[in-house]
Antibody, heavy 124, light 105 residues
Framework: EVQLVESGGGLVQPGESLRLSCVAS????????MSWVRQAPGKGLEWVSV????????????YYADSVKGRFTISRDNAENTLYLQMNSLRTEDTAFYYC?????????????WGQGTTVTVPS | SYELTQPLSVSVALGQTATITCGAD??????VHWYQQKPGQAPVLVIY???KRPSGIPERFSGSNSGNTATLTISRAQGGDEADYYC????????FGGGTKLTVL
């Protein structure tokens, strides 16, 4: 079964760090573009970061939303088939539900598989 | 950056047809995807590449894309269709619309 399971969320103070994990099953994270998407309480979906495939075309490139650039780092461990999001210098506005999701190349990069999400809370 | 505009809310009578729009400059040049999100659940892809339905999505869900507007159409609306709906495009990275809350009356 194709599945994503996130973990690592929690309550942290402003300025602190947190690392989210997303374990994939049924497919390889190294063979797919993978994204983190977040949703603040009562708000819409906000794309956070993407990591491309590590091949001669895309070279594992990473991109970030302006709101997290310089503070968050996306990475993956191919052996563990796991996607990560390292979040540093957390702010109250980073409070959200964080989802990892797979981009389907055959679907023009639609997000066809989503995890159940993990909550990050940064109190004011 | 590319921006997608959706109405905040749409209402539809039970059994009737709901249309949710997603507006952007020359959006017809891009592939638009649509997601359904019910309370407390992760989003689910319901339309990809403007008009395609993933496996398991009812035929009542359809999409179109022309000019500056992409549209998600839900025929014979049911109570179970009540949800937030988001459009999305790939523009070097992922861009989401602000979301539309669908109410079935």
């Amino acid at each position: 079964e194709v599945q994503l399971v996130e973990s690592g969320g929690g309550l942290v103070q402003p300025g602190e760090s947190l690392r989210l994990s997303c374990v994939a099953s049924g497919f390889s994270v190294s063979s797919n573009f993978m994204s983190w998407v977040r949703q603040a309480p009562g708000k819409g979906l906000e794309w956070v970061s993407v990591i491309y495939t590590d091949d001669s075309t895309y070279h594992g490139s990473t991109y970030y939303a302006d709101s997290v650039k310089g503070r968050f780092t996306i990475s993956r461990d191919n052996a563990e088939n796991t996607l990560y999001l390292q979040m540093n210098s957390l702010r109250t506005e980073d409070t959200a539900f964080y989802y990892c999701a797979r981009h389907a190349v055959s679907m023009v990069y639609a997000l066809d598989v989503w995890g159940q999400g993990t909550t990050v809370t940064v109190p004011s | 950056s590319y921006e997608l505009t959706q109405p905040l809310s749409v209402s539809v009578a039970l059994g009737q047809t709901a249309t949710i729009t997603c507006g952007a400059d020359n959006i017809e040049s891009k592939s638009v995807h649509w997601y359904q999100q019910k309370p407390g659940q992760a989003p689910v892809l319901v339309i990809y590449r403007d008009t395609k339905r993933p496996s398991g999505i009812p035929e009542r869900f359809s999409g179109s894309n022309s000019g500056n507007t992409a549209t998600l159409t839900i025929s014979r609306a049911q109570g179970g269709d009540e949800a937030d709906y988001y459009c999305q495009v790939w523009d070097s990275s992922t861009v989401f619309g602000g979301g539309t809350k669908l109410t079935v009356l």
